[in-house]
């Protein structure tokens, strides 16, 4: 069991840390999209160390954006993720609700501690609703 439980905690790691990757580059190409007004850098004009650099011409930062647009694409995107993260919770509701867990294994009698046993043991509780 604990190898299951750490395994798991390592995919769970994994994924949240993978899931802040994309996101600035993703939000980034949607707050440009919807630019309509770009500075060009470079061409020995004073922008050119903002952006360009060295002479190359190119796109500088943005001075006018859409606003309806940007409104729009961001809660398009945000509510896109946000449904498919739903369905993945569904599926998985479905996964685990046809799943038969092992009753023996879980209610299976524990070796009664010895006297000088350090192992930690957990006992449990019977209670009972008059």
Not at 24 to 46: A, E, H, K, N, Q
Not at 68 to 95: E, H, K
Not at 101 to 110: I, T
């Amino acid at each position: 069991m604990t190898n299951r439980l750490t395994k798991s905690i390592n995919l769970i790691s994994v994924i949240s840390r993978a899931g802040f990757v994309p996101a600035p580059i993703l939000f980034g190409g949607l707050i440009d999209s919807t630019c309509r007004l770009w500075v060009m850098t470079g061409g020995g004009d004073s922008t050119a160390a903002c952006g360009g650099g060295s002479g190359s011409v190119g796109r500088g930062s943005c001075l006018l954006f859409d606003t309806d647009q940007l409104r729009w694409r961001t809660y398009g995107v945000v509510s896109a993720f946000q449904f498919l993260q739903l369905m993945f919770v569904l599926l998985l509701y479905g996964i685990v609700r046809r799943r038969r867990f092992h009753d023996d294994e879980l209610n299976a009698p524990r070796p009664a501690s010895q006297p000088g046993d350090t192992s930690p043991t957990v006992d449990v509780l019977e209670m009972t609703v008059d």
